[in-house]
C-alpha cells in the first residue's frame, strides 16, 4: 500500500512573535530542523524540529498555509492519523513522526480570533504533527511540490 501526498508550502519563522515568512524551499538539517527556522534546535535531538499540517486541516478552520506556524504544509489527508515513529520521506529529507502538535495557549491570539479559548479547543487533535529530521539526501531540500511518502509505519503493510 503507498501512502502518499504532496509539500503545498513551506514556511520560516525566522522571529518569534512574527508572521511565517513563505519560501519556495528550505534546507532540512539532519537532527536539527529547518535551516534559518527558530525552532531549528542547537542541541540536537528534540522531538519539536518540524511542524507538518494537512491542508485539510487549515480549510476546515478557515485558515492559510502558515497560520498554524507550522514550517510544512502538505496536501496528505491520512498525516493525522499516522502514529509516532512513523517515517516520512519529504523532498530530500527523511523525517520520523513524534507525536501531535498539542494548540499553544497563545496561537489564537498570534492569529487575532476573537475568541483564543475557543480556537484552542478546536484545535485539539488537529494541529499536525511533530517531526525529526532523521536523513538527508543531496543537499538536503524540501521544496513546494515535492512528493511526500510514508517509507515506514508501525501501523501498516511495509510500504
Do not use: W, Y
Request: charged content about 25%.
Amino acid at each position: 500500500m503507498l501512502i502518499s501526498g504532496r509539500v503545498i508550502g513551506l514556511h520560516l519563522l525566522i522571529e518569534h512573535q512574527q508572521r511565517p515568512e513563505p519560501v519556495r524551499r528550505a534546507r532540512a538539517l539532519v537532527d536539527l530542523g529547518l535551516e534559518g527556522d527558530v525552532h531549528g534546535k542547537k542541541k540536537a535531538g528534540s522531538h519539536r524540529q518540524v511542524l507538518i499540517v494537512d491542508r485539510a486541516t487549515l480549510e476546515a478552520l478557515s485558515l492559510q498555509p502558515g497560520d498554524l506556524r507550522e514550517q510544512i504544509t502538505v496536501e496528505f489527508p491520512s498525516l493525522d492519523t499516522l502514529p509516532a515513529g512513523t517515517v516520512l520521506r519529504v523532498g530530500e529529507a527523511t523525517c520520523e513522526l513524534t507525536g501531535p502538535c498539542e494548540p499553544c495557549t497563545h496561537i489564537g491570539q498570534l492569529l487575532g480570533v476573537p475568541d483564543a479559548v475557543v480556537f484552542q479547543q478546536n484545535l485539539q487533535g488537529r494541529r499536525g504533527q511533530l517531526a525529526r529530521i532523521v536523513a538527508t539526501d543531496g543537499d538536503g531540500f524540501i521544496r513546494v511540490g515535492d512528493a511526500v511518502t510514508v517509507l515506514r509505519s508501525s501501523d501498516l503493510t511495509p510500504v
